[in-house]
């Protein structure tokens, strides 16, 4: 089974700002790595992706994330955020065997702060 | 054009009606897939078809049907609606079961 968890439900930054949210999973087999953007009344659009290879990935808008396999977690950063990076932040996974759904942690609301 | 599209994106209705909505996409895409997101935004998957096999059907209501007229489409069927039926739903695709998915902007659904 896998579960997703996104300890912060609600993260305020100001502009500018470094902003890490975090995003830890667990799985008792291997699987694949996303983050998805949900802007407001928009449906969900793919921020990044780890498949294999470099533990660091780097996705759109200047977000980046970090594969660690033994903390089992997939933190998303991005080093200053911007007024139009508020959304909603929802980490997922997928196995890389057997079914191929995603499993969605509940978000994390990233607000900016002018 | 819009790559995976929804219609309608809200729908109010009562209690009891049966309803639909409708998924296109034009990504030329061989699976497609619904996720309820309900009122505390958490996403699960309901059901995806692959080449108009259904290939994963999650433990949902027999009250909803999904039905594939041809792989561009995959609209979702939803008979005697309940209260508990309010959510969004999102409409998904990809290439292959193991590849990428791309999300429709959702459909509110609002039951009364």
């Known amino acids: 089974a896998q579960s997703v968890t996104q300890l912060d439900s609600q993260v305020p930054v100001f502009e500018e700002a470094p902003v890490e949210l975090r995003c830890n999973y667990s799985?008792?087999?291997?699987?694949?790595l996303f983050w998805y953007v949900q802007y407001p009344n928009q449906g969900l659009q793919l921020l990044l992706k780890?498949?294999?290879?470099?533990?660091l990935v780097k996705g759109i808008n200047g977000f980046e994330a970090e594969f660690n396999k033994s903390q089992t977690s997939f933190h998303l950063r991005k080093p200053s955020v911007h007024i139009s990076d508020t959304a909603e932040y929802f980490c997922?996974?997928?196995?890389?065997?057997?079914?191929?759904?995603?499993?969605f942690g509940t978000g994390t609301r990233l607000t900016v702060i002018p | 054009d819009t790559a995976v599209s929804q219609t309608p994106k809200y729908l109010v209705t009562q209690m009891g009606n049966d309803k639909s909505i409708k998924c296109e996409q034009n990504?030329?895409?061989?699976?497609m897939y619904w996720y309820k997101q309900d009122s505390k935004k958490f996403l699960k998957i309901m059901f995806s078809?692959?080449?108009?096999?259904?290939?994963i059907n999650e433990t949902v209501p027999n009250r909803f049907s999904p039905k594939s007229p041809d792989k561009a489409h995959l609209n979702l069927h939803i008979n005697s609606l309940e209260l508990g039926d309010s959510a969004v739903y999102f409409c998904?695709?990809?290439?292959?079961?193991?590849?990428?998915?791309?999300f429709g902007a959702g459909t509110r659904l609002s039951v009364l």
């Open positions: 780890y498949l294999s290879g470099s533990t």
């Open positions: 997922a996974v997928r196995p890389k065997t057997g079914a191929n759904n995603l499993f």
């Open positions: 078809y692959n080449n108009k096999e259904l290939i």
């Open positions: 998904a695709s990809s290439q292959n079961p193991a590849d990428i998915q791309y």
């Open positions: 799985s008792s087999v291997s699987v694949y």
């Open positions: 990504l030329g895409h061989d699976t």
